[in-house]
């Protein structure tokens, strides 16, 4: 999954974010560079990715 989906560089960690984060639409990104670097992110493919991960495995 990673590696379809440009993270197969990264290095690994325990826990890749906070675990009492509480995400926002003030996360989302704003301005017009953020925005057209997050276009060409599958990103429904992805969360469909890792929900079959979570249910299946």
């Excluded at 590696?3 to 301005?31: I, Q, W, Y």
């Excluded at 560079?33 to 599958?42: N, R, T």
Aim: hydrophobic share 45%; with cysteine.
């Amino acid at each position: 999954v990673l590696e379809r989906f440009g993270f197969g560089d990264l290095a690994p960690v325990s826990t890749p974010m906070d675990p009492g984060l509480h995400l926002s639409k003030d996360m989302c990104p704003n301005t017009p560079a953020e925005v057209a670097a997050m276009k060409d992110k599958p990103y429904i493919q992805l969360i469909g990715a890792l929900l079959y991960l979570a249910i299946a495995t």
